[in-house]
């Protein structure tokens, strides 16, 4: 389990070190041109809104590996361990019902999507493949929670992070 999660941890600091620095690239160079009357890239704007959805939709699973959900960590930790770990249990439940629902809502919407076969505007790529950044993103979430969950229940006190 802790290899998955390591190579997890890598793919997603990947994407998200790839996407970042070629959002701003795109934007850059796109408003450059433009301002410059050299040319207009009219993909560009739609090309950085998807980069900002996926980074969005990755940057909730790297956010959920820490445990950064739904919690008040200074009123968590003031309280006595045995009431943190029932927090703990609720907020895995709450996190976990939370995904399957969005995810569950998510893959309806893709299927229609690849019924449909919409494309995006100016990219003329198929739609689903953006609206997969959800289903994606609440997958890696999913496993994350319950990782960082069991984690956190295995810990002992005063170790919790």
């Not at 009357?37 to 739609?46: S, T, V």
């Not at 919407?109 to 990219?123: A, D, E, K, W």
């Amino acid at each position: 389990m802790n290899k998955l999660l390591s190579r997890l941890n890598n793919f997603e600091e990947y994407v998200l070190a790839f996407l970042l620095p070629f959002m701003c690239i795109t934007i850059f160079v796109s408003t450059f041109f433009r301002f410059t009357n050299l040319m207009i890239i009219p993909w560009a704007e739609e090309l950085a809104r998807y980069c900002m959805i996926w980074i969005l939709f990755f940057g909730i699973s790297a956010a959920a590996k820490r445990g950064e959900h739904f919690c008040v960590t200074v009123f968590v930790r003031l309280l006595p361990q045995n009431i943190q770990k029932v927090l703990t249990v609720v907020r895995m439940v709450l996190m976990t019902g939370f995904t399957l629902f969005v995810s569950r809502f998510c893959i309806f919407v893709l299927q229609n999507q690849m019924r449909m076969g919409q494309i995006t505007p100016s990219l003329q790529w198929p739609m689903w493949t953006m609206y997969s950044a959800v289903l994606i993103g609440c997958i890696l979430m999913l496993i994350r929670y319950v990782a960082f969950g069991i984690q956190e229940l295995r810990a002992e006190p005063g170790q919790q992070q």
